[in-house]
């Protein structure tokens, strides 16, 4: 168990480091956001189709 939770946190600071780096954000955390918005916007248009995704924004 120590083993898995040690493992575990060293996979998410280095996880987490990755993930403030720049062609990280620019490759994969904002397209995915974007993404994101985008088929969040889809499914609540059903709803009302007033919404509007522009960008990573709803």
């Known amino acids: ?3 898995f939770f ?3 946190l060293l996979l998410q600071a280095t ?3 990755l993930e403030l780096t ?3 954000q620019e490759w994969f955390v904002v ?3 974007n993404t994101l918005a985008a ?3 889809g499914l609540v248009k059903l709803f ?3 919404v ?3 960008g990573k924004v709803l």
Do not use: E, K, N, Y
Request: glycine content about 8%; overall charge neutral; aromatic content about 20%.
């Open 15 to 17: 996880l987490f480091g």
């Open 31 to 33: 397209p995915w956001t």
């Open 52 to 54: 509007l995704a522009t």
């Open 6 to 8: 040690l493992w575990f």
């Open 22 to 24: 720049p062609w990280v």
């Open 39 to 41: 088929t969040s916007a």
């Open 1 to 3: 168990m120590v083993r």
């Open 48 to 50: 009302d189709p007033g």
